[in-house]
């Protein structure tokens, strides 16, 4: 089998035994991704010399024995919001098209401790605003099972990367279901951890107080190797929090269900769902209850809530965030300008795309004097709601299992005119990352046009491992995982 085809741990297990080398990796993937990445536009930055001039230390380094660590030699794709020291990092915007960050983000240093190797950076709705990362400054990423579709967003070209087999995993970003709904759309594994689990140090800032550093990769079994590596307390971030990271991939050692209670919420079946997806969702479940889950119906009463609380609390914290970018500093700066107020506005004026500048817009009104408490401080009161709903389901359940996207991932270019059916299609994602808790999506079957259909399963704040263990038993039930794109 092709390197390139080898799932994260299939990979690493080739190169602790000694049957291939870190350059051959590097290679492998090098060649892959010229065949590819002219179709499948998944990176803004590639990093191959460097990644192979890294391989060829590491490869001396390891000779003679062959002590290694789990990312060791890893090829990965990272979200191109995430810093990486001495390599360009715009957010896919031309306000940031010169960056070059002077340190890594906690993360990055969590995976370079372990001797990863960074293939490139991928591209992404500027600054994680949108659905489909069609608002990128750099042009769109292109769904692998189809060109002429998107592949999700804001982390679409992280998700494209792994199911185009440009990488062997990658690093995502998630505020609203970034990580979860690309996923989903290419037919690949993504994990948003608890809120606090995984250090925000480093992740250029959209929100707040929803953004989270999660990996995209092949399977279930990767996805816990590489949280293991990169979760954990961080003191540079105040919300990162200080409690024990077990071991995710020992999560799997029951493959069955038994005295697992998981939860149906009919406000995620309601109308508007696409009929192929809720049927191999309902698939999905039924797979569950053989597997020994019990099923359960539940209620979360202020699903209806989500969208507009999401779209308060995000854009007014993203209209603070993005105040910094005034061309003094760092970025883009407007030239002959008369002056400095005019400079901040005219940088702004060309470096911010429209959907950045929607979203600053409507957060700079919902923050103003008058409304703040009418809008920004309803939201937020209202987002309590939502926490409280989960909190309360979770007594009588142990996991909670949705669709990802009300459809499939739909055609480039067809909502880009209308925001709000873009915003729609996060109305399942969104309640989670407003709780705070953690939520995977893999894949559960296809449209009739071939395009991947995402399971999502919710667990309490700090159980990534329940959350793992259902995934990983649902994975091994069935084919989905092995089913892979034909790139034309």
């Not at 990979?11 to 090098?30: C, D, H, P």
């Not at 189809?146 to 185009?164: E, R, T």
């Not at 690949?188 to 250090?199: A, E, H, I, M």
Request: charged residues 20%; proline residues 5%; hydrophobic residues 40%.
């Amino acid at each position: 089998m092709s390197l390139h085809k080898l799932t994260l741990h299939e990979l690493q297990q080739k190169f602790g035994n000694g049957e291939v080398t870190a350059r051959e990796i590097v290679q492998a993937y090098s060649l892959r991704i010229s065949q590819v990445e002219p179709k499948v536009k998944a990176y803004i930055t590639l990093a191959k010399e460097s990644a192979l001039a890294q391989a060829n230390a590491l490869d001396q380094k390891l000779k003679g024995w062959r002590r290694t660590m789990p990312l060791m030699g890893m090829p990965l794709a990272v979200k191109d919001n995430i810093c990486t020291e001495d390599v360009l990092t715009t957010c896919a915007s031309r306000i940031l098209g010169n960056f070059v960050p002077p340190y890594d983000a906690t993360v990055i240093a969590r995976l370079r401790g372990q001797g990863y190797l960074l293939l490139g950076k991928t591209n992404l709705d500027e600054f994680a605003m949108g659905s489909s990362t069609e608002n990128s400054a750099f042009g769109p990423s292109r769904n692998p099972w189809n060109l002429g579709f998107i592949p999700g967003g804001s982390s679409g070209g992280s998700a494209a990367a792994v199911a185009a087999d440009e990488c062997v995993a990658a690093l995502g970003s998630d505020t609203g279901g970034s990580i979860r709904q690309p996923a989903a759309c290419c037919g690949v594994v993504g994990l948003k951890p608890t809120y606090g689990r995984v250090s925000r140090f480093g992740l250029v800032a959209f929100a707040s107080s929803l953004d989270q550093i999660g990996p995209i990769t092949k399977d279930v079994t990767d996805a816990a190797m590489l949280l293991n590596v990169i979760a954990g307390h961080d003191p540079l971030d105040s919300t990162s929090a200080n409690l024990p990271v077990p071991d995710y991939t020992k999560a799997f050692k029951k493959k069955e269900l038994k005295k697992l209670r998981i939860g149906i919420p009919q406000e995620y079946f309601a109308e508007g769902l696409d009929p192929e997806v809720e049927q191999a969702v309902r698939e999905a479940i039924e797979e569950l209850k053989r597997l020994g889950g019990d099923i359960q119906d539940i209620k979360l009463p202020t699903t209806d809530a989500a969208i507009a609380t999401y779209y308060l609390v995000a854009t007014a914290e993203a209209s603070s965030n993005l105040a910094r970018y005034d061309g003094v500093k760092y970025g883009l700066r407007s030239k002959q300008t008369k002056d400095l107020l005019e400079m901040y506005m005219m940088t702004r004026q060309e470096g911010f795309g429209p959907e950045v500048k929607r979203r600053i817009m409507l957060g700079t009104y919902a923050l103003s004097a008058g409304y703040y408490d009418a809008y920004y401080g309803k939201a937020q009161a209202v987002r309590t709601l939502i926490r409280r709903d989960f909190e309360a389901a979770f007594q009588a359940v142990d996991l909670i299992v949705t669709p990802v996207m009300p459809t499939p991932a739909f055609k480039l270019g067809e909502k880009v005119a209308d925001p709000l059916q873009m915003y729609l299609s996060d109305i399942y994602t969104i309640s989670v990352s407003l709780a705070g808790i953690p939520a995977i999506s893999l894949p559960c079957g296809f449209s009739r046009a071939g395009l991947p259909i995402g399971l999502q399963i919710i667990g309490r704040a700090f159980e990534e491992e329940t959350v793992l263990r259902a995934a990983h038993a649902y994975e091994q039930a069935t084919t989905w995982r092995t089913k892979k794109p034909h790139i034309r």
